[in-house]
């Protein structure tokens, strides 16, 4: 079974605060995905990566950046960390070469920045 | 602006009746499709992929699309409580940088299986 782990389901942190979200996954996936979850906006990817080192903005990039120093993990990071950015994070997998048929979820974060 | 556009619902169907789910896209460059499915407080599951104009079926779900229209659409026959949920559409792009392809999701259409 694909496995993606993510580092907290719910996180709660102040406006200003650096954030990282963590995501691991188990089954060699070269591509990495974060999407943010929103009531009435749906999921919006922000960035994603093929390859170790390697990063590409997504849909909505501002605000946030990412670290991926190992294969199995990706990390997103929340330089300072406003009030607009409570949402829902998902990370996500697949092998390189598909098209998504193979990208899977993990738990998702639930942050919340008061 | 690459957009995939589902409407949001509820839409209520009676158990065991077929369940019609619709999508539409902008960008007639988009080459695969998919259908998720999120249930209340979890992250989305793929329930189905389709690739060439036409019909897939697995099971109980069919998948639909239609190119020249740019829509796709989701049936399920036989609806269970159990198929409540979030239903979203998602779309590959690809994107400059080459590698890895992001899919670009509608906003989700929210189903109800009335028992």
């Known amino acids: 079974d694909v496995k993606v782990t993510q580092s907290s389901r719910y996180l709660v942190k102040r406006t200003g605060e650096k954030v990282f979200l963590e995501c691991v996954q188990d089954m060699d996936h070269e591509n990495m995905f974060w999407y943010r979850q929103d009531p009435g906006l749906g999921l919006r990817l922000i960035y994603f990566s093929y390859d170790v080192k390697m990063k590409e903005k997504g849909d909505i990039p501002e605000g946030y950046s990412v670290s991926r120093e190992k294969k199995e993990r990706f990390s997103l990071i929340l330089e300072s960390a406003s009030t607009n950015q409570t949402s829902m994070y998902l990370c996500a997998s697949s092998p390189l070469g598909t098209g998504g048929e193979e990208q899977y979820f993990g738990p998702g974060t639930r942050l919340t920045v008061t | 602006q690459k957009e995939v556009e589902q409407n949001s619902g509820p839409l209520s169907v009676p158990e065991g009746a077929i369940a019609s789910l619709n999508c539409t896209y902008s960008d007639r460059g988009s080459q695969s499709f998919f259908w998720y499915r999120q249930y209340s407080g979890k992250s989305p599951e793929l329930i189905m992929f389709?690739?060439?104009?036409g019909d897939k079926e697995d099971g109980r779900f069919t998948a639909q699309l239609n190119k020249a229209s740019q829509y796709v659409s989701l049936l399920i026959r036989d609806s269970q409580p159990s198929d409540s949920a979030t239903y979203l559409c998602a779309v590959n792009m690809v994107y400059s940088g080459g590698g890895a392809d992001g899919l670009t999701f509608g906003k989700g259409t929210h189903l109800i299986i009335q028992p």
């Open positions: 389709i690739y060439s104009n």
